[in-house]
């Protein structure tokens, strides 16, 4: 095979082809002067595009001309069929217009005729002296919308159409109608009439002349939506109480509840209420819906990082033609929830204000809510006044259930040797020791649940307490010693750091109540442990009360540290009180001695006559006893 070699000529042919090349490259590289010219022309052409692209955008959007352009109204009838005479109007651009009273100031939009802006005067949120008014409507978090079925098969929605404004007066009163033109006098209306010094707003819904342009064989689809803002200083706290409320039924009152995805149908439903902490907004009818479609939703996972919104609200509700029109007497309330305030209106609607069921709401409509509004109303006591003079009442009008309560407790304190000797003589038969304990208590005329039901009596009034504080609108940045807002926590020490449950900061009046429940239960908790010998079978008590001697302290100072201060002011005054009422019980109306006495004196009586529930506790022991009996012999 013949071995190649490597040519001197080609490589010399390969290098000047290389050079040519360079030398062409160099030679038609173009000169400043045209690089110029080529960059002014691409220009010119980007300039041409898009001034091209901006005129077909403005060709594609309805623009207000002359009503009666017939032109320009074909155009518009590609898209929106019967209503595109709206298109042609005015009135059909980016306009807004404000009407307000003593109470209110309202920002409607022509685009969607619904309200932007609802705020509310003289009310300011997060804190007093923030500068910021309550704003329960702004920056599109809330929405209004009727989805049109028109007659030539065609979708829209009132959100994206220009409504005509038009305010008059009557009397003091200020109307703004609101009308989304299918014609001169084709028309459906937003009617909006703001009276002087009201919450409440009319609304009226009602359509003329639009049968000839809308599908009428079924109900229009109204959609009301909201994200509702935070108002208060706690966005957890003001979340708990944020949810939808709902009138149905012929006046039935229900809630959607917490979480995602919570969702309610309500039949014949008479109003629908975003109902936050203290302030709401009510849409309410006349005429109910049929079915309403409920929906929240949770928008605060981390309270460190959700901060502006607390739920996202929904209502789908369908407005039914009559006669070929839509004719409905609608109100908005946009103001706080106090129970008060919305009474006034005779719809029900305090009866969104948590209050409690059955037993704890009578005791906050008919007792809390009567007695705070006396105290602050009538007489005009501070806020914080009222409250301790509020649990001084309360306290003293319990305190005849409170002494029995305690005088029972002396009288099974006293018995309590006698019970125990009969624990050992019966040790092997427990049966037997329940008998004659029984037999006991009735000889000394001692009822063991003496001291048991008037502890239960009190329950449904803390219970009560419970739902009354939180729900109370008038407790609102209103301050005492230290507190600038007894419906929000008290912080006295913000934390660098986030606990959880508890939060970061250190609210000075849940200390102040734990210190407080800690002392009364190491007061009570031994006269208990004597009064009540341990049973066969069991738990030690005397051990679960030595723990909720701790427990319950550290469950109050997490559990309320977040709460308005107001309930823990009551929670503390009302220990302390309670914890006064004992020593006095005990220093100057329970004598040992003379119980004793008393006591001894009863056993040598004719022994009282059994009630029903001894008696038949008896009859049970007994029976059993009978059947032991008939086993140990078999």
């Known amino acids: ?111 969607g005729g619904y309200i932007v802006e609802a705020t509310l005067k003289n009310l300011e949120k997060f804190k007093k002296g923030s500068g910021q008014l309550v704003e329960l409507i702004k920056n599109n978090n809330a929405n209004l919308n009727i989805q049109l079925q028109t007659n030539d098969n065609r979708t829209l929605n009132t959100k994206d159409l220009y409504f005509e404004p038009t305010i008059t007066k009557v009397g003091a009163d200020q109307i703004l109608s609101m009308k989304l033109k299918a014609g001169a006098n084709e028309f459906l209306e937003y009617k909006y009439i703001l009276k002087p010094n009201d919450y409440m707003i009319g609304f009226d819904l009602r359509s003329q002349g639009l049968n000839k342009v809308l599908n009428t064989a079924k109900p229009l689809d109204l959609e009301w939506s909201m994200k509702t803002f935070r108002n208060e200083k706690s966005i957890s706290y003001e979340n708990r109480y944020t949810e939808i409320y709902f009138e149905h039924e012929d006046g039935k009152i229900d809630y959607v509840g917490q979480g995602q995805d ?60 009559s006669n070929g029109e839509i004719d409905y007497k609608m109100n908005w309330y946009f103001g706080p929830s ?43 006591l501070s806020f914080g006044i009222a409250i301790i003079i509020f649990t001084i009442l309360i306290k003293i009008a319990m305190s005849p259930i409170t002494f029995k309560s305690f005088l029972s407790q002396a009288k099974m304190k006293v018995l309590r040797p006698e019970i125990t000797e009969l624990g050992e003589k019966f040790k092997k038969d427990p049966m037997k020791k329940q008998q004659e304990t029984m037999k006991l208590y009735n000889k000394a005329g001692v009822n063991p649940m003496a001291g048991c039901i008037p502890a239960l009596i009190q329950i449904p009034f803390m219970y009560a307490s419970f739902q009354f504080f939180p729900s109370a609108y008038e407790l609102r940045q209103k301050g005492f010693l230290w507190a600038d807002d007894l419906s929000s926590f008290d912080a006295v020490v913000q934390l660098p750091f986030h606990i959880p449950l508890y939060g970061d900061h250190i609210s000075l009046f849940p200390v102040l109540a734990s210190i407080a429940i800690f002392f ?86 004719e022994p009282k006559k059994q009630g029903k529930f001894q008696r038949k506790l008896q009859e049970v022991m007994e029976q059993a006893e009978a059947e032991k009996a008939k086993k140990a012999k078999k």
């Open 520 to 605: 009364y239960m190491k007061m009570t908790s031994g006269d208990q442990q004597m009064a009540a010998p341990q049973q066969e079978g069991m738990p030690d008590m005397a051990k679960m009360m030595k723990m909720m001697i701790y427990i319950s302290p550290i469950m109050m100072l997490f559990f309320f540290n977040s709460y308005g201060a107001g309930l823990s002011l009551y929670n503390f005054i009302s220990n302390l009180i309670t914890i006064g009422i004992m020593i006095v019980i005990k220093r100057y109306f329970i004598d040992s001695d003379k119980i004793h006495a008393q006591i001894q004196e009863n056993k040598l009586k």
């Open 1 to 111: 095979m013949e071995e190649k070699k490597i040519d001197l000529n080609s490589i010399i042919g390969f290098v000047l082809i290389f050079g040519i090349l360079i030398w062409i490259m160099y030679n038609n590289k173009p000169s400043e002067a045209t690089i110029a010219a080529e960059k002014a022309k691409k220009e010119l052409v980007a300039k041409q595009k898009a001034s091209k692209a901006v005129a077909t955008q403005a060709a594609a959007t309805p623009v207000a001309v002359v009503a009666g352009d017939s032109t320009q109204l074909v155009q518009l009838q590609k898209t929106l069929g019967g209503f595109a005479y709206s298109a042609t109007l005015p009135s059909a651009k980016e306009g807004f217009t404000t009407v307000e009273n003593e109470k209110v100031i309202l920002k409607i939009a022509n685009k």
């Open 262 to 321: 919570k969702e309610e149908n309500a039949t014949k439903a008479s109003f629908v209420a975003y109902k936050q902490h203290f302030f709401s907004t009510i849409l309410i009818t006349d005429k109910p819906f049929a079915n309403a479609k409920l929906v929240s939703n949770n928008l605060v996972h981390d309270e460190t990082i959700d901060t502006v919104y607390t739920k996202q609200l929904k209502a789908n509700v369908p407005l039914a033609f």
């Open 338 to 380: 106090d129970y008060k305030t919305l009474k006034h209106y005779d719809k029900n609607l305090e009866k969104i204000i948590p209050l409690g069921w059955g037993i704890f709401g009578w005791i906050n409509k008919f007792i809390f809510i009567p007695l705070f509004g006396f105290l602050t109303s009538t007489i005009g």
